[in-house]
């Protein structure tokens, strides 16, 4: 087993799941990879166990039974991981959104840095996103812009979902009380690792929107996020976080 876990969640990836894995099993620096996958309708999983006849040390699959968001899944997988003893545990997108090259980076942070939680930030040396709509990059950026201010964590890509956390955060993090699915979840993980006075460190990174499959993005999701952190902060403020 190696010291590092590449949690994946996915839903309906048949088209990028086989090339992202291939990927990040390829890089120099070895990574397994857990894949929480909800049971996509497009037969996502089968692929995975059908590579898992390939890579069967290092590439492993949990199968939920219904499409329950991407905060839970990762729940799952940071479950997961801590049972298994892993050192380094990273969120990565399976779009490929995420360069699976910028994984050594973020792990470089934590095992030979000071970081405790890296981040791989499309903002911390500017705008660095690849072929997002104008408006898209407005609304990640300024989201990033608020919840500075609400929270007052100085962090750029607060919504970043590239990330290594070293083990000690997360069972420092009481996994029962994470509340938020989706952009929500993301900060607020943050934000938990920002109370419990963890060192976080951003590493500057490119963002690829993807060229297959379907986003996952929603209002629903927007709202949760814009409402969600002014939650976060009144929950701090009177102890209850």
Request: proline share 2%.
């Amino acid at each position: 087993m190696n010291d590092c876990i590449v949690i994946i969640p996915t839903y309906n990836e048949i088209e990028n799941i086989e090339s992202i894995i291939r990927s990040v099993l390829s890089q120099h620096k070895p990574f397994d990879i857990l894949i929480v996958d909800d049971n996509s309708p497009d037969k996502t999983a089968d692929k995975v166990r059908l590579l898992q006849t390939e890579f069967a040390d290092r590439l492993f699959l949990e199968n939920r039974r219904t499409k329950a968001g991407l905060g839970t899944a990762y729940v799952h997988g940071f479950r997961w991981a801590l049972e298994k003893k892993y050192s380094f545990i990273f969120e990565m997108d399976a779009d490929f959104s995420h360069n699976p090259n910028d994984l050594e980076k973020l792990y470089n942070a934590c095992h030979f840095g000071n970081a405790d939680l890296a981040i791989g930030s499309r903002y911390v040396t500017g705008v660095n996103v690849v072929n997002w709509p104008l408006n898209r990059v407005l609304m990640s950026y300024f989201a990033s812009v608020y919840v500075q201010i609400i929270t007052g964590m100085k962090i750029h890509d607060a919504t970043a979902g590239y990330v290594c956390y070293k083990r000690e955060v997360l069972e420092g993090i009481d996994l029962n009380r994470i509340k938020f699915v989706g952009y929500a979840f993301q900060i607020e993980m943050k934000y938990r690792t920002f109370c419990k006075k963890f060192n976080i460190v951003e590493v500057p990174i490119i963002f690829t929107d993807r060229t297959k499959g379907v986003s996952k993005m929603s209002n629903s999701i927007i709202v949760e996020a814009v409402f969600g952190v002014i939650s976060l902060r009144l929950k701090k403020l009177v102890n209850s976080l």
